[in-house]
T-cell receptor, first 114, second 111 residues
Framework: DTGVSQNPRHKITKRGQNVTFRCDPI?????LYWYRQTLGQGPEFLTY????????KSRLLSDRFSAERPKGSFSTLEIQRTEQGDSAMYLC????????????FGEGSWLTVV | AQSVTQLDSQVPVFEEAPVELRCNYS??????LFWYVQYPNQGLQLLLK??????LVKGINGFEAEFNKSQTSFHLRKPSVHISDTAEYFC?????????FGTGTRLTIIP
């Protein structure tokens, strides 16, 4: 069990550029979540997958955001045409449904849009 | 729908003193409650969870929490804090297959 892995850990980008974050969940975890956390706030739910199916998207996830989990393993979160308001930490988490409801989080990916 | 309220945004405590971090929740479904800790520039680490059974739950690092259904609370306690407990603490409720978090409480330990 190597934990939830996210990369890159830090990304600085210019406004208008596209960025992509990757998340590798714990092996055999069929659920994968993305959250966003801004300074001084708790994590806010963005979306989650059951295997490769995206089951729910928050209204926080604007059209510029897209998440995929093509083979039910790793996931990517892409932000197109970044805005300064996108600056935040993006957290990935995974969970094996039926295993006691514990959701395990990665270290997060910090995005700074300048 | 579910929500979590953490009334104290910051709690300063002297080293070796006891601490209680407050959490109140609302949920329209079965209640599963969690406390996570976040150290600077890191992700979230699970401290403890309540799923069912005994209302007093013990977690890592000497923390414990008590589920109180009538008061819809899940307060976190530690009898004696250490400098290494300095961190942000988040209470969360599981509902609709996902976690909903409070805004967090920053615990600062004063030497």
């Amino acid at each position: 069990d190597t934990g939830v892995s996210q990369n890159p850990r830090h990304k600085i980008t210019k406004r208008g550029q596209n960025v992509t974050f990757r998340c590798d969940p714990i092996s055999e975890h069929n659920r994968l979540y993305w959250y966003r956390q801004t300074l001084g706030q708790g994590p806010e739910f963005l979306t989650y997958f059951q295997n490769e199916a995206q089951l729910e998207k928050s209204r926080l996830l604007s059209d510029r955001f897209s998440a995929e989990r093509p083979k039910g393993s790793f996931s990517t979160l892409e932000i197109q045409r970044t805005e300064q308001g996108d600056s935040a930490m993006y957290l990935c988490a995974s969970h094996r449904r039926g295993s006691g409801n514990t959701i395990y989080f990665g270290e997060g990916s910090w995005l700074t849009v300048v | 729908a579910q929500s979590v309220t953490q009334l104290d945004s910051q709690v300063p405590v002297f080293e070796e003193a006891p601490v209680e971090l407050r959490c109140n929740y609302s949920s329209s479904v079965s209640v599963y409650l969690f406390w996570y800790v976040q150290y600077p520039n890191q992700g979230l680490q699970l401290l403890l969870k309540y799923l069912s059974g005994s209302t007093l739950v013990k977690g890592i690092n000497g923390f414990e929490a008590e589920f109180n259904k009538s008061q819809t609370s899940f307060h976190l306690r530690k009898p004696s804090v250490h400098i290494s407990d300095t961190a942000e603490y988040f209470c969360a409720v599981m509902g609709d297959e996902k976690l909903t978090f409070g805004t967090g409480t920053r615990l600062t330990i004063i030497p």
